[in-house]
């Protein structure tokens, strides 16, 4: 018998300054440049970063930005980056000051304690989520599924980035193998406006910090500390 059947509910997380407090994808990027290719890495990272900070401060939408993301990604191999990744959740996991928010990992510790099925949903991919995920013993992963050829990256992705519709039709995915389970009885933790459609499916939404557009489109949902 499932999780799901036995607990009736179902949570679904944000993982990005919701479940942990940083943004996994540029934090992952530094490292691995870093740690790979030195200098000249951290310099080729400093770049990518420098261009997404443009293009977000142009009102480029984060769907987008996640695909110019990826596509530096182009050309490496996807058993290093799964390697490096599981270090960089090692090394992260393990500074002080906190990889975790406290109060979400608490959350959702209690959730899973309680026979709940923990889905993380994230515009992050597998070389990262996978080692938080079993961390808090989430049963599944909702993510970004870069192309691999070869064994390498190409730069694109397997169907949309997850975030703001994804997220939705990732919930209605979930909950269709579940049919004994309702909406209602769910719970979701976001922090950023792009988890609202995620959020406003479930009966019991969690915003994480002080977004004041999740603030203002969810007024009667639960409230946890930020990064």
């Known amino acids: 018998m499932s999780t799901a059947r036995q607990s009736r509910i179902v949570v679904f997380s944000d993982v990005d300054e919701t479940l942990i ?3 996994s994808l540029l934090d992952f990027l530094d490292f691995y440049r870093l740690g790979r290719y030195g200098p000249a890495g951290a310099a080729e990272a400093a770049t990518v970063r420098a261009g ?6 142009g009102g480029e939408r984060r769907e987008s930005l ?3 993301y990826f596509r530096s990604w182009r050309g490496e191999a996807e058993r290093e980056v799964t390697a490096w990744g599981r270090r960089w959740f090692a090394e992260r996991s ?3 000051g906190g990889f975790f928010l406290p109060g979400t990992l608490a959350a959702l510790r209690g959730h899973v304690a309680d026979g709940a099925m923990l889905v993380l949903v994230s515009a ?4 990262l989520l996978a080692p938080i995920a079993e961390a808090v013993g989430a049963s599944e992963v909702a993510c970004t599924r870069p192309v691999v050829r070869g064994g390498r990256f190409t730069g694109e992705l397997l169907g949309p980035p997850m975030a703001g519709t994804a997220k939705w039709n990732a919930v209605r995915t979930v909950l269709a193998r579940h049919p004994e389970v309702a909406a209602a009885d769910c719970y979701g933790y976001g922090d950023h406006v792009s988890d609202l459609p995620m959020l406003a499916e479930v009966g019991h939404p969690v915003v994480v910090g002080r977004s004041p557009e999740l603030t203002r489109l969810l007024p009667g949902a639960g409230r946890l500390p930020g990064p």
Do not use: G, I, Y
């Not at 997404?52 to 401060?57: D, F, P, S, W």
């Not at 992050?124 to 070389?127: D, Q, R």
């Open 21 to 23: 407090a940083c943004k």
């Open 52 to 57: 997404l900070t443009v293009r977000a401060a």
């Open 66 to 68: 996640n695909r110019t």
């Open 94 to 96: 393990q500074e002080p």
């Open 124 to 127: 992050s991919f597998p070389a």
